[in-house]
């Protein structure tokens, strides 16, 4: 067991929340490399083996640039919010075929206060949002048993901030799970606390809450025609 973040993680980002600008990211850049970017590109490469014990189809990538972990830099071109640099770090454990197709993903979160871990579809296209509510139309049962097993929904939380009013254009209002086709994200996530974070058993509780998340994952990728 070993630990990757420590409480100069928080310290880092905490520091970067207060001071959005450049010329105090570029004086402290080295502590962001230190503590934050290379602990995480770490834990990405060290979670791959465990990852791929729940999915084959599914990558842990720690290349530094166009892998798992999110560029701390913000794309703020379309932002009223032009500050440059993002105050969490975070990693997305990606499909295969992600560059292909629209596919759910398994993330982790780094932010003080605030840290997760979660999975499934954030954001899908209406198209993609379109298929995964008639599959689970077509598929109920296999939905039951996948979104709503009570160890899943005793420890995760399923995300409910994006939904509709009524029940989507062409299904049927007194359908069973027509809450859950209301949803135009489907993730299921639990908080972690810093504590857990700067840990030594970081890894093992990311490696049991991949395992935990796998058989949503699955029916999310069964949903979009991929592999599990």
Same mark, same amino acid.
């Given at each position: 067991?070993?630990?990757?973040?420590?409480?100069?993680?928080?310290?880092?980002? &905490?520091?970067?929340?207060?001071? %959005? !600008? $450049?010329?105090?990211?570029?004086?402290?850049?080295?502590?962001?490399?230190? +503590?934050? #970017?290379?602990?995480?590109?770490?834990?990405?490469?060290?979670?791959?083996?465990?990852?791929?014990?729940?999915?084959?189809?599914?990558?842990?990538?720690?290349?530094?640039?166009?892998?798992?972990?999110?560029?701390?830099? &913000?794309?703020?071109?379309?932002? %009223? !919010? $032009?500050?440059?640099?993002?105050?969490?770090?975070?990693a997305?454990?990606? +499909?295969? #075929?992600?560059?292909?197709?629209?596919?759910?993903?398994?993330?982790?979160?780094?932010?003080p206060?605030?840290?997760?871990?979660?999975?499934?579809?954030?954001?899908?296209e209406?198209?993609?949002?379109?298929?995964?509510r008639?599959?689970?139309?077509?598929?109920?049962?296999?939905?039951?048993?996948a979104?709503?097993?009570?160890?899943?929904?005793?420890?995760?939380?399923?995300?409910?901030?994006?939904?509709l009013?009524?029940?989507?254009?062409?299904?049927?209002?007194?359908?069973?799970?027509?809450?859950?086709?209301?949803?135009?994200?489907?993730?299921?996530?639990?908080?972690?606390?810093?504590?857990?974070?700067?840990?030594?058993?970081?890894?093992q509780?990311?490696?049991?809450?991949?395992?935990?998340?796998?058989?949503?994952?699955?029916?999310?990728?069964?949903?979009?025609?991929?592999?599990?």
């Open positions: 067991m070993s630990t990757y973040f420590t409480p100069a993680s928080f310290t880092f980002l &905490r520091g970067l929340a207060r001071n %959005n !600008d $450049k010329t105090w990211f570029n004086a402290h850049k080295p502590k962001y490399e230190e +503590h934050v #970017r290379q602990p995480f590109l770490q834990l990405i490469s060290d979670l791959q083996p465990d990852l791929a014990a729940v999915s084959g189809h599914f990558r842990a990538d720690p290349r530094g640039v166009g892998g798992s972990l999110f560029r701390i830099y &913000r794309d703020a071109r379309f932002s %009223n !919010d $032009k500050s440059p640099y993002k105050t969490w770090q975070g997305r454990l990606f +499909h295969e #075929r992600r560059k292909q197709v629209p596919a759910p993903s398994f993330y982790i979160h780094l932010q206060g605030g840290c997760f871990v979660g999975a499934g579809l954030w954001h899908p209406p198209a993609t949002q379109r298929k995964v008639h599959f689970i139309v077509d598929n109920p049962g296999a939905w039951k048993a979104a709503h097993a009570p160890a899943l929904r005793k420890t995760f939380d399923f995300e409910e901030s994006e939904k009013v009524r029940a989507p254009r062409g299904f049927e209002p007194d359908f069973e799970f027509i809450d859950d086709l209301k949803h135009r994200n489907w993730v299921f996530w639990r908080s972690l606390d810093d504590a857990t974070m700067t840990g030594p058993k970081l890894r509780t990311l490696a049991k809450d991949l395992v935990a998340l796998g058989p949503f994952v699955d029916y999310l990728c069964a949903a979009l025609d991929l592999e599990f």
